[in-house]
Nanobody, 121 residues
C-alpha cells in the first residue's frame, strides 16, 4: 500500500513563497506519476501540477503556471511543489497524489492527508 505524507504548508503573506514536500513509501516511487491537487473552502478539488515518473514531463494548471514548479527526487522518494508569488486565491488544502504505474498523473489512486496553505492579503 502506498503512503503519502505532505509537509511544508503554512501561513504566508501575498507575494511570498512556500515549498511543499511529499514523502512516498510502500512501492517503487519511480514507477508512479505524481501530482499536486488543491481544494479551497467551498470549492471542488482541482489539479495544480503533475509530473511523470522520470520527471521529464511536467504539467500545470493555468492558474499556477509560471508561479509553481513541481519536481521529484527519485533517490529520496519525494515530490516537491515550489510555490512562488502566492496569492490569497491560492489558499487551499494541498494534496499529494500518486497514480498506479501506467496511469496518468491526473487520475490518481492514492492520496495524502493534505497540508493547509493560507495566503494572507
Amino acid at each position: 500500500q502506498v503512503q503519502l505524507v505532505e509537509s511544508g504548508g503554512g501561513l504566508v503573506q501575498a507575494g511570498g513563497s512556500l515549498r511543499l514536500s511529499c514523502a512516498f513509501a510502500g512501492r517503487t516511487f519511480s514507477t508512479h506519476a505524481m501530482g499536486w491537487f488543491r481544494q479551497a473552502p467551498g470549492k471542488d478539488r482541482e489539479s495544480a501540477a503533475g509530473i511523470s515518473r522520470t520527471g521529464g514531463s511536467t504539467y500545470y494548471a493555468d492558474s499556477v503556471k509560471g508561479r509553481f514548479t513541481i519536481s521529484r527526487d527519485n533517490a529520496k522518494n519525494t515530490v516537491y511543489l515550489q510555490m512562488n508569488t502566492l496569492q490569497p486565491e491560492d489558499t487551499a488544502v494541498y494534496y499529494c497524489a500518486a497514480s498506479r504505474p501506467g496511469n496518468r498523473w491526473d487520475a490518481p489512486d492514492y492520496w495524502g492527508q493534505g497540508t493547509q496553505v493560507t495566503v494572507s492579503s
